[in-house]
């Protein structure tokens, strides 16, 4: 069965950080660009970054450059979010996704994890 599976969502304080997972199962990441998006409520989902397949080229959402991070670890089959400095704007529920290439369809989605920055 194939699965990418999210982790690391949870509750902040503005300010403060957290580190997101995305864990593939029953396929090999290595060869897929690798996204993440989000979508807060009342909102559409939107792209928040991507990862090419080989970790060499990057892309960020404008809001979210200069505090997010992405990686990935094909050893680990694993892809990552370090997301620092959070803003309540920030809140949604944010999934992992593998894509052909960054800006393509996407191939499969997480579940989703909720991260919620508040006072």
């Known amino acids: 069965q194939l699965q990418l599976v999210e982790s690391g969502g949870g509750l902040v304080k503005p300010g403060g950080s957290l580190r997101l997972s995305c864990a593939a199962s029953g396929f090999n990441l290595d060869y897929y660009a690798l996204g993440w998006f989000r979508q807060a409520p009342g909102k559409e989902r939107e792209a928040v970054s991507c990862i090419s397949s080989n970790g060499g080229s990057t892309k960020y959402l404008d809001s979210v450059k200069g505090r997010f991070t992405i990686s990935r670890d094909n050893a680990k089959n694993t892809m990552y979010l370090e997301m620092n400095s959070l803003k309540p704007e920030d809140t949604a529920v944010y999934y992992c996704?593998?894509?052909?290439?960054?800006?393509?369809?996407?191939?499969?989605w997480g579940q989703g994890t909720q991260v919620t920055v508040s006072s």
């Open positions: 996704a593998s894509l052909y290439y960054c800006s393509g369809p996407v191939d499969h």
